[in-house]
């Protein structure tokens, strides 16, 4: 799927949420009640962690290697995409929100990623307020970096 297109840098408003600023600096109890819901998954290049439109069921979390989110990667030809950062929280929104990936997630290298289900991070988001705090004070900022962005590109 990845070798017949064209990836494209994108420039749009996007600020990545990354796990140490969730979980830095919070209770002993709490990290270990995260560490068991996490489980390893090792991906080869060119695996797709998880497909655009596909009902979102976990979030993943880029611990070693490289990927690429892709936007519309089943337009013919070009496919806009940015590189994952390490630490970097893929499908959260979704998978919270109960709606499908809003992009592809593919491994441009050997990959590990860190996966919780969407059931074990809903009952850990009720049982962690902090967490759960921390987290919507996160989302909140980066909406206002892209009303930010985009109330200076209309000036």
């Known amino acids: 799927m990845l070798r017949d297109k ?13 796990a140490n600023s969730l979980f830095h600096d919070l209770p002993l109890h709490t990290l270990q009640s995260f560490d068991l819901i996490k489980k390893p998954r090792r991906l080869g290049n060119g695996e797709i962690v998880y497909s ?6 976990c979030i993943y979390i880029l611990i070693r290697g490289e990927a690429l989110q892709i ?3 089943e337009l013919a030809g070009v ?3 940015r590189r994952v950062d390490q630490n970097e929280i893929c499908g959260l929104s979704e998978t919270v929100s109960a709606i ?3 992009m592809t997630v593919a491994a441009t290298s050997p990959c590990l990623f860190e996966v919780i289900r969407k059931d074990d991070l809903r009952r850990f988001l009720q049982d962690e307020s902090a967490v759960s705090f921390r987290l919507l004070k996160l ?3 980066n909406l206002q970096k892209s009303y930010q962005m985009l109330s200076s590109s209309t000036s």
Do not use: D, M
């Not at 064209?6 to 990354?18: D, E, G, I, R």
């Open 6 to 18: 064209k990836p494209v840098s994108a420039n749009f408003p996007f600020y990545p949420l990354s």
């Open 52 to 57: 655009q439109g596909r009902l979102a069921c």
């Open 71 to 73: 936007l519309n990667p």
């Open 79 to 81: 496919a806009v995409s």
């Open 100 to 102: 499908p990936y809003q």
């Open 139 to 141: 989302l909140a900022a």
